[in-house]
């Protein structure tokens, strides 16, 4: 079965900065799109940024400079540098699997995810 395990979150101060992991296993991660998607409390699912199995990325404009998103195919591992963090960026931060290459394809695995709490 498809697995995904988040690290990395904790609570941070404005400015700060956090780097999220995400362990992919049980199916083939190089060949896959993956995403970063967070729930900010009380709020619904944004779509934070996606990349693609060359390397492609896209980001959502309110991270746009501030993120970056990177994998290790080797590791079968996606990453999510964060920096100049806000009180916004507060959100449970989940990885998703894309159906196929492309990040127009529907994610169809999800990790259970990791808080990120940015707060003096």
């Known amino acids: 079965e498809v697995q995904l395990v988040e690290s990395g979150g904790g609570l941070v101060q404005p400015g700060g900065s956090l780097r999220l992991s995400c362990a992919a296993s049980e199916f083939t991660f190089s060949i896959h799109a993956m995403s970063w998607v967070r729930q900010a409390p009380g709020k619904g699912l944004e779509w934070v940024s996606g990349?693609?199995?060359?390397?492609?990325?896209t980001y959502v404009d309110s991270v746009k400079g501030r993120a970056t998103i990177s994998r290790d195919n080797a590791k079968n591992t996606l990453y999510l540098q964060m920096n100049v963090l806000k009180p916004e960026d507060t959100a449970v931060y989940f990885c998703a699997k894309h159906m196929t290459n492309s990040l127009a394809a529907g994610m169809d695995f999800w990790g259970k995810g990791t808080l990120v709490i940015v707060s003096s």
């Open positions: 990349i693609t199995s060359s390397g492609s990325t």
